[in-house]
C-alpha cells in the first residue's frame, strides 16, 4: 500500500555528527537510543461553571461517545517520539500530546453531553478539555507494557508549530549512546530526490515484546505549502517517528490521518528557525 507523508516545521541537529552521508544502518545504529514508543491513556473532561462535579467521557470504536468512570477504559494511543536531550526530554507530533483536539467540536460528543445535562439537570456552562490518565513512554531495548520500564512524563506544550514535547516527571537515566540535538536558527534547503531516513516501531506490538526501532529509507517526492511529501509502505508505528537527512539532522515528524494513511508532518524547509 502506498501512503503519504508531509511534513511539520522542527528541525534538529545532532550536536555530535561529522559524516555527510549517513546510510541507514548508520542512521538505525547512531540514533535507535534516541527512538522512544510514546503511549497516552486519555479521557474528554467537561468542566461545568459553579459547584458541579465534571463529567468524563471516551470516544467508542462506533465514533460515539460514552461517559466515563474510574476503572473503566480510557482511550489511548500508541505513537513514536524522540529523545533530544540528557533529561528525557522527548518531541513528538502535537496529536500525540494533545490527542483530543480533533475531537473537542464532535457533535456526537456534545449530543453526549447534552443527554448528560438533561439526565443529571445541570444547567450550568462548561468547557471540554483533556484529562490524562497515564502518559509517557518506553525506551529502546525495553519490553512493552513493563511498569517498571515505562517513564512518566507530562506534556509541556508545543515546541514548534505542530510538534509539542514531553518532559519527563521523575529521574532519567540517559543511555551512554544516546545522542543529543539543539534547534538552530536556520532549516537546510530539502529538494526533491533528496534521501531521507524515517526511524519507527513495528506497527503490532505486544505485551512483553522487546522493543527494537526500525529505520526505513525514502526519497522527497513533491514539495507542497512548505512541506515535503514522500511515499512509503505503512510498516511502523509512524506517528511521531523521526525523520532524518543524509546529514544526520531531524528534519520533521511522521503524522497519519484519521484512515491510517501518512499525511502531513516532516519539515517546513522555506523558513529560518530561531534557536531554542
Sequence with gaps: MILLIAGIGVYLRVKEYNNAHWTRSEVESSFSQNLALIYHEFVFEV???GDDEPAYFV?????????????????????CGLIYS???????TRKVAYPWLSDWDDINLKREIHIFRE???IRSGGHIKLFTVKLGYYPLGSKYEDPNAFIECRASGDWESGVSSLVVKGHYEAPEKMKTFYHPSYTPLIKNGDKIFIAGYPLRILPGDNLNALVTESKVDSMKNGFFYSHLNAL?????APVFNEKGNVIGFCSIDENGNIKSAI???DRPKTND
Excluded: H, I
Design 86 to 92: 540528557k533529561e528525557g526530554e522527548c518531541v513528538t
Design 47 to 49: 468542566d461545568f461553571d
Design 119 to 121: 439526565a443529571t439537570g
Design 59 to 79: 470516544r467508542n470504536a462506533d465514533g460515539g461517545f460514552t461517559q466515563w468512570q474510574k476503572g473503566m477504559q480510557p482511550n489511548s494511543v500508541m505513537a
Design 267 to 269: 519539515a517546513r524547509f
Design 236 to 240: 511502523y508505528t509512524l506517528e511521531g
